[in-house]
């Protein structure tokens, strides 16, 4: 199986614009998360989404937002760029096991992440 | 709410020698702590995990081992090599969530 690719690897954005992140995860995954990880810093959760809805949500504010599709491709969206935003952008995907339940979400497979640098 | 803890942040050990990270979680319910290790450029990648119902697990160099009753858990890497060195994450997880929570990150740096 193909792994998680996520696209582009590199990015420079200006304070203030918006940018747009894309994930496409494992073939027969249906839920994707994101994950923020600065220098020093570890995963912090952003939100996970499952069959195109937004399962789960962390602490981030209203700037960043994401979707996905019914090919459980996802994007994720931060507009009105901050300083602080610029660092590593991370999608991960897993599927469920047998039962499909919460107990069947273990194993998480990352991508490569994305490189945001705000200037 | 629910966290997990890691130490140290940063550990370095002579080649060959032995490391430990260590994890404490919060939320009893706990049943499923994997270990990731993420190398410079990459995202993490799973390298071992253990269940609530075992107390050991081992695979070649890297073992992890659970305290149920005191709720921590630590990752013991054997005979370290130059390619051990990366940034380890810990996580625990419940049967009542679908999200890893997930420690703060071990830099693991092995001396030549």
């Known amino acids: 199986k193909a792994g998680v690719t996520q696209t582009p690897r590199y990015l420079i954005k200006t304070r203030g614009q918006q940018v747009t992140l894309s994930c496409s995860p494992i073939?027969?995954?249906?839920?994707v998360s994101w994950y923020q990880q600065t220098p020093g810093q570890g995963l912090q959760f952003l939100f996970e989404y499952f069959s195109e809805t937004q399962r789960n949500k962390g602490n981030f504010p209203g700037r960043f937002s994401g979707r996905q599709f019914s090919n459980s491709r996802s994007e994720m969206n931060v507009s009105t760029l901050e300083l602080g935003d610029s660092a590593l952008y991370l999608c991960?995907?897993?599927?469920?096991?047998?039962?499909?339940?919460?107990?069947?979400?273990?194993?998480?497979?990352f991508g490569p992440g994305t490189r945001l640098t705000v200037l | 709410g629910e966290n997990v803890e890691q130490h140290p942040s940063t550990l370095s050990v002579q080649e060959g020698d032995s490391a430990v990270i260590k994890c404490t979680y919060s939320d009893s319910a706990s049943n499923y702590f994997p270990w990731y290790k993420q190398e410079l450029g990459k995202g993490p990648q799973l390298i071992i995990d253990?269940?609530?119902n075992v107390g050991e697990k081992k695979d070649q160099r890297i073992a992890v081992t659970l305290n149920k009753t005191a709720k921590h858990f630590s990752l013991h890497i054997t005979e370290t090599q130059p390619e051990d060195s990366a940034v380890y994450f810990c996580?625990?997880?419940?049967?009542?969530?679908?999200?890893?929570?997930w420690g703060a990150g071990t830099k693991l740096i092995i001396k030549p």
């Open positions: 996580a625990a997880k419940s049967d009542s969530n679908y999200q890893l929570i």
């Open positions: 073939s027969g995954h249906r839920s």
């Open positions: 253990i269940r609530s």
């Open positions: 991960a995907s897993h599927g469920p096991g047998t039962s499909g339940g919460p107990s069947s979400y273990n194993e998480q497979f």
